[in-house]
């Protein structure tokens, strides 16, 4: 079965799951560990990517982010790559580290926020890499202590979690280490990282009830969220998906009209491109751009991109005819 594609777009919330290939470590020591949350701290940085939750363990590691400018995808490979080299030089090994495909789920955050929140920085108490909850705050290795204010990551978006318990920061504080206390005796939560139906319905007990109901849940592993957040993600995504196969259906035509203005007149397409304004080629440049704006309707910014020259060059172009 092909892979499906990511769900992306800005400002999306996902908890991705990073593991290591094979189920190997993918720290070893404490320097190993510093050097992964620095280089996830200076990306989400450097990229303005919101980090509200997130957990490094021995073999795999949770982060729960907000898609920023840069994209998933990129944001992750970048911080994957770097500390995979430099792990590999440090500890002289070749080959993967990582498993090449992420796990990466979309979340109604309205639903599932605190949740998740929750789940992920208990991840460390759970597999007892910490003995208690006490400990677990001062564990610099999660975002945990971070949002109780016992460790700082300048980095990690503390308040938009905080903003969830309460007005004041105290009282923020209080209830949601309240309420990280509470889910120790939840347990693994299933229906929070499960695939398919029980991740969308909210759990085996939901699903259940809904078939008795003879109610169909729509659903989609990757996706977290209830039957309509998962048509309104999918409905989103198909339209995205639309908008940029014609945009690269566009894109190719208009390649095409250059091309064949430049062979009619006996122009470098290469030339064209560079800006040159050598011999005919402000003419030929001066009618492609009324005939891709006027004609084709293609946007400004996409013509001057295609031909060359700046966005008010493309303006001036279309003055001056207008003018004429």
């Known amino acids: 079965m092909p892979r499906q594609a990511r769900l992306d777009s800005p400002g999306t919330l996902h908890h991705v799951m990073i593991r290591g290939i094979e189920g190997r470590r993918i720290v070893d020591d404490d320097q190993d560990r510093s050097d992964f949350v620095r280089r996830l701290g200076n990306l989400a940085a450097a990229s303005g990517t919101p980090i509200y939750a997130w957990a490094l363990l021995s073999n795999h590691a949770h982060i729960l982010l907000s898609s920023g400018g840069l994209g998933l995808a990129p944001f992750i490979r970048r911080l994957l790559t770097g500390y995979a080299v430099n792990y590999n030089l440090g500890h002289r090994r070749q080959g993967h580290l990582f498993q090449n495909r992420y796990k990466s789920i979309v979340c109604d955050g309205d639903s599932y926020f605190t949740e998740l929140v929750r789940y992920i920085h208990l991840n460390p108490l759970r597999v007892k890499l910490v ?194």
Do not use: M
């Not at 990690?156 to 905080?162: E, G, K």
């Not at 048509?231 to 894109?251: C, D, G, I, P, Y």
């Open 131 to 324: 003995r208690d909850l006490k400990a677990l705050e001062n564990y610099p290795y999660c975002g945990h202590g971070a949002i109780l204010g016992k460790v700082s990551y300048d980095w990690q978006d503390r308040h938009s979690v905080l903003a969830q318990f309460g007005g004041s920061e105290g009282q923020a504080r209080e209830e949601y280490h309240r309420f990280v206390e509470e889910g120790i005796a939840l347990g693994r939560r299933p229906e929070l990282v499960g695939g398919g139906l029980i991740r969308s319905a909210g759990g085996w007990a939901e699903v259940r009830s809904q078939r008795q109901r003879r109610e169909p849940q729509p659903s989609d592993e990757r996706i977290l969220g209830s039957g309509e957040f998962v048509e309104r993600v999918l409905t989103e995504a198909e339209a995205r998906v639309q908008r940029q196969q014609a945009a690269r259906r566009q894109s190719g035509r208009v390649e095409r009209v250059i091309a064949e203005a430049c062979k009619k007149n006996g122009a470098s397409l290469t030339e064209l491109r560079n800006g040159s304004r050598r011999g005919k080629l402000p003419t030929i440049r001066a009618a492609l751009v009324s005939k891709l704006v006027e004609d084709f309707g293609v946007a400004i910014a996409e013509v001057a991109r295609q031909l060359g020259i700046s966005t008010p060059g493309v303006s001036k172009i279309l003055t001056r005819r207008l003018s004429s």
